[in-house]
């Protein structure tokens, strides 16, 4: 089936410093990626999303490209803030079949980003 | 623009209550409709989703039913409520038609059950 494999955190930086989440995913198909962000106490925002092989997504300085190669959509920023710190989710959506459209989570990974 | 909105935002129930989540969406015509589950210290898990009134698909056997009485609505249910039925819960909606699309989702309720 499918899965969703997120580097365990949690990872915590000083501000300005590089982020790097990982991902790896397992499914048939063709899916579309997701990074979903959430708050404390809030729900979950879309961050970016991949659609096909080769695809970057990009939002609010942060990146991911959609790697068929490697079953990866690793998550980066260059440059991190306080304001960044929350739990992101990398997600996966089938495609096709009776799956079709909805998401498979990873665990999570706790940022914290400290001044 | 649409928006999705899901209510109570907290709730504290005894176990063998019963438990009724609603969440509305706006904006938008028969969507795609989910409710997801994100117990503590872990990941997010799909319960029910439903691609029209009335349709409801489960994803994993629980203590938890779904009704899609109208084509917005997407009610979370229990007869009984269990300990390990505490969490957030959160209902999510989406276009249908392309496995691209976004899933939004509303601002979650936190269900403690004692």
């Known amino acids: 089936g499918n899965s969703v494999t997120q580097m365990e955190g949690p990872v915590t930086l000083s501000e300005e410093a590089f982020l790097t989440i990982n991902c790896t995913y397992t499914?048939?198909?063709?899916?579309?990626l997701f990074w979903y962000v959430q708050y404390p106490g809030e729900g979950l925002q879309l961050l970016l999303k991949?659609?096909?092989?080769?695809d970057k997504g990009s939002n609010k300085g942060f990146e991911a490209t959609y790697r068929k190669e490697t079953t990866s959509f690793h998550l980066e920023k260059g440059s991190v803030q306080v304001s960044d710190s929350a739990v992101y989710f990398c997600a996966l959506a089938n495609a096709g079949g009776t799956s079709y459209g909805k998401l498979t989570f990873g665990q999570g990974t706790i940022l914290t980003v400290h001044p | 623009s649409q928006t999705i909105h899901q209510w109570p935002a907290t709730l504290v129930q005894p176990v063998g209550s019963p438990l009724s989540l609603e969440c509305t969406v706006e904006g938008t015509s028969n969507p795609n409709l989910y409710w997801y589950r994100q117990a503590a210290g872990r990941g997010l898990q799909l319960l029910f989703y439903?691609?029209?009134?009335?349709?409801i698909s489960s994803e994993v056997p629980q203590n938890l039913s779904a009704s899609r009485p109208q084509d917005r609505q997407f009610i979370l249910s229990s007869k009984k409520l269990l300990l390990s039925d505490s969490g957030f819960y959160l209902c999510?909606?989406?276009?249908?038609?392309?496995?691209?699309?976004?899933?939004?989702f509303g601002e979650g309720s936190w269900l403690t059950v004692v």
């Open positions: 499914a048939t198909g063709y899916p579309s």
């Open positions: 991949a659609t096909k092989a080769d």
């Open positions: 999510a909606w989406s276009v249908q038609g392309f496995s691209g699309n976004t899933i939004y």
């Open positions: 439903s691609v029209g009134i009335g349709q």
